[in-house]
């Protein structure tokens, strides 16, 4: 059965922090891996990624995918209380449209 | 609209009853997408549409959940004779659809509470 897992389940860090989310993957046929933002309701899009070892950034965040390890990580450096949300890793498998999420990560930032 | 837009976004029901919801893709997207998010949890796949037609509905969970998306644009999500279990977010993602590597982009979901 296709499974994606997030650790931590949550995090707690003070402005200034840099965090390293995990996420972890299972799953037949590995297309791409997503990562987005959930703050209230709409995950919102931050990365796609396929290739490992490449890394893709925005500005504070980075994530990168090692397909030997079937994982990936997102960096958020320098936080802010606005990363203040919570972090879904999902993963497209190539049978099927459908994206695979895992738990997710809450993470809040203290000022 | 700019984005994927969501109705309602809020939704209260007595248990039994019938319920739809409402999901409008990005203008263009043929690919529609139906997730159920729990509390604590990320969202769970229901059903996939391209076009007109459901591709993959292996994710609904039984007969009581069915959508349709008749002109290939619109999606309706519909519940009937609600359980308490249901209760949960409903999200709706679209995506181009031309099947190469594409981002599903998520609305802001509907959430439903069964009393």
């Known amino acids: 059965e296709d499974k994606v897992v997030q650790s931590p389940l949550s995090l707690v860090v003070h402005e200034g922090d840099t965090v390293t989310l995990n996420c972890s993957y299972e799953?037949?046929?590995?297309?791409?891996l997503l990562w987005y933002k959930q703050e209230k309701k709409a995950p919102t899009f931050l990365f796609m990624l396929?290739?490992?070892?490449i890394e893709k950034k925005s500005g504070r965040l980075s994530s990168i995918l090692d397909k030997k390890e079937l994982s990936s990580i997102l960096n958020i450096t320098a936080t802010q209380t606005g990363d203040s949300a919570i972090y879904l890793c999902?993963?497209?498998?190539?049978?099927?449209?459908?994206?695979?999420f895992g738990q997710g990560t809450t993470l809040q930032v203290k000022p | 609209g700019a984005g994927v837009s969501q109705t309602p976004s809020n939704k209260v029901t007595e248990k039994g009853k019938y319920v739809e919801l409402r999901c409008d893709p990005i203008?263009?997207?043929?690919?529609l997408y139906w997730y159920r998010q729990s509390l604590g949890q990320g969202p769970e796949f229901l059903i996939y549409?391209?076009?007109?037609?459901?591709?993959?509905d292996s994710g609904l969970p039984n007969d009581r959940f069915f959508a349709v998306r008749p002109e290939g644009s619109v999606s309706t999500l519909k519940i009937q004779r609600t359980e308490r279990g249901d209760s949960a977010v409903y999200l709706c993602?679209?995506?181009?659809?031309?099947?190469?590597?594409?981002?599903?982009?998520f609305g802001p979901g509907t959430r439903l509470l069964v009393l």
């Open positions: 993602a679209s995506s181009p659809g031309t099947g190469g590597l594409e981002t599903q982009y």
């Open positions: 396929t290739s490992s070892g």
């Open positions: 799953v037949t046929n590995f297309r791409s």
């Open positions: 999902a993963v497209l498998s190539s049978n099927t449209g459908k994206l695979i």
């Open positions: 549409f391209q076009g007109t037609g459901a591709a993959d």
């Open positions: 203008s263009g997207h043929t690919a």
